[in-house]
């Protein structure tokens, strides 16, 4: 298996423009995470998935950020309309329940 | 939010020194891991310790948890240059299969020659 697979990798847009970023998971793993990390605030857990259900999205910052897992193996983040504070590098990571968990390499996301 | 908090927020030892980092956290946890992180890359995990362990190695790591205090340490013994990284620890809470996983602020180390 390659591992969590992030893309892009890097992002530049301009405010108000919507992104999306994408994360395929390691295959057989349930458990997916989305997390924000500046270095203000560190790694904030945005949401997490189990079995492609959402458990808990209380870090999603506002209504403008969603994220959806069409199926077992991906998921979508989505910022529209997007914000120069929500620069940042979002990873996600996939697991099996409580065990340990794998990260991609992170998208690196600029809003100008 | 963040649950745990991590202490010292850097650190700097010279190559074949000990290096402690310290995790504190709030709410009752199902294990603990710790993973480190290269500058710019994503984070990797390192080892994991469950709620009802209290010590546990791994090569030249020794994690130890005290539930009581809520406390974790996680000593990196005779350092080398390639253990310069970020240090976070990590906690696994929650019942059934959904176990959300939330992570400190984390300890900047530096090991110079």
């Known amino acids: 298996d390659a591992g969590v697979i992030q893309s892009p990798r890097h992002e530049v847009t301009e405010m108000g423009q919507e992104v999306t970023l994408r994360c395929k998971l390691i295959?057989?793993?349930?458990?997916l995470f989305w997390y924000r990390q500046t270095m203000m605030r560190g790694l904030e857990l945005l949401i997490y998935?189990?079995?492609?259900?959402?458990?808990?999205d209380s870090g999603m910052p506002e209504d403008r950020f969603s994220a959806k897992m069409p199926n077992a193996s991906f998921s979508t983040l989505k910022i529209q309309p997007s914000e120069p504070r929500d620069s940042a590098v979002y990873f996600c990571?996939?697991?099996?329940?409580?065990?340990?968990?794998?990260f991609g390499q992170g998208t690196r996301l600029t809003v100008v | 939010s963040q649950q745990g908090e991590e202490d010292p927020q850097a650190l700097s030892i010279q190559e074949g020194e000990n290096a402690t980092m310290n995790c504190s956290y709030k709410?009752?946890?199902?294990?603990l891991q710790w993973y480190r992180q290269n500058s710019g890359r994503g984070l990797v995990h390192l080892i994991l310790?469950?709620?009802?362990?209290r010590e546990k190695h791994s090569g030249r790591l020794r994690v130890t948890l005290d539930t009581s205090k809520k406390s974790s340490s996680l000593l990196i013994t005779a350092s080398r240059a390639a253990d310069t990284a970020s240090y976070f620890c990590?906690?696994?809470?929650?019942?059934?299969?959904?176990?959300?996983?939330?992570f400190g602020t984390g300890t900047r180390l530096q090991v110079t020659l």
């Open positions: 310790i469950r709620s009802n362990e």
């Open positions: 990571a996939s697991s099996l329940p409580g065990a340990q968990a794998f």
């Open positions: 998935f189990n079995n492609n259900v959402p458990i808990d």
């Open positions: 709410t009752s946890i199902n294990n």
């Open positions: 990590a906690t696994t809470e929650g019942t059934g299969t959904a176990s959300k996983l939330t």
């Open positions: 295959s057989g793993h349930n458990s």
